[in-house]
């Protein structure tokens, strides 16, 4: 299920009955913000700030999305708009004055991993990166110990492991390029790393972003994130299962129809 993000009224009113969950509303950078599967969790704040987890394994902290567009570099914060809120996902709506763009978390119910879609509609040249911050753990109390992370130029994206090469997680994109990782040196260091998704000349467009980890080892990695990449649709699956839970599980009457609505 979904998380109750505000009071109801400042929600806008955006179904009626018998139609899917769907609530909205203008954009606040300081509220929690999460998309939440059985196996894996994108958790965060509206700006756009994100981290991602597949149970028990925190991948990554900090991603979010940088806008290039001719000279200019504009962070994905700056620009971040509204959001919506379905059972099954949670989107955001970026706006500056010649593109549009939306970035739509999901963690499908019973995947290890989740997508980052993001739909581009932009009148010029518009390049997207994703920056994010390595935080390959797993969950309090739990240590791993010694991590990596390693460029994937064959999955266009970036590798988490450690020394027992039990644990494993991915960032990647069919899309991807330009691999910025993380480094270190005696004269300088990026905490952040970043890979580009290609330009869209104009017009319309879905880029695809990938996370996927496991607890079996990097082939399992794998193959849930070539799966997803195959199946960019799961956000539809995951809305049936919500759809269905609901009309099998007990549920509360309100008189009030928007109360009713945020309720469930």
Sequence with gaps: MFMLLT????????????????????????????????????????????????????????????????KRSVPG?????????????TTILYADDTFRARETFVAPVNENGGLILVEVDTEQALEIEVEFIRDFQLMWPASIGGTYMESLQSANGFLFGEESRRFSGIIASP???????????????????????????KGKETKVIVVAGSTRGRDETMRTYQRLVATAGLSEGSGDYYRKYMGRTVSLEIPDRQLQQTYD
Excluded: C
Excluded at 23 to 34: D, Y
Excluded at 77 to 89: G, H, N, T
């Design 175 to 201: 899309t991807g390029q330009e691999l910025r990782p993380e480094y270190q040196t005696n004269y300088s260091e990026a905490v952040a790393s970043s890979f580009r998704l290609g330009t869209t000349a």
């Design 77 to 89: 914060e700056a620009l971040a708009r509204s959001i919506d809120v379905r059972p099954e996902s």
């Design 7 to 70: 009071p109801v009224a400042t929600w806008e009113q955006t179904t009626t009955s018998g139609e899917a969950l769907h609530l909205s509303r203008a954009l606040r950078p300081w509220e929690f913000l999460s998309a939440t599967g059985q196996q894996a969790a994108f958790l965060g704040h509206e700006d756009g700030k994100m981290e991602a987890w597949v149970y028990p394994l925190k991948l990554f902290r900090d991603l979010h999305l940088i806008f290039h567009e001719g």
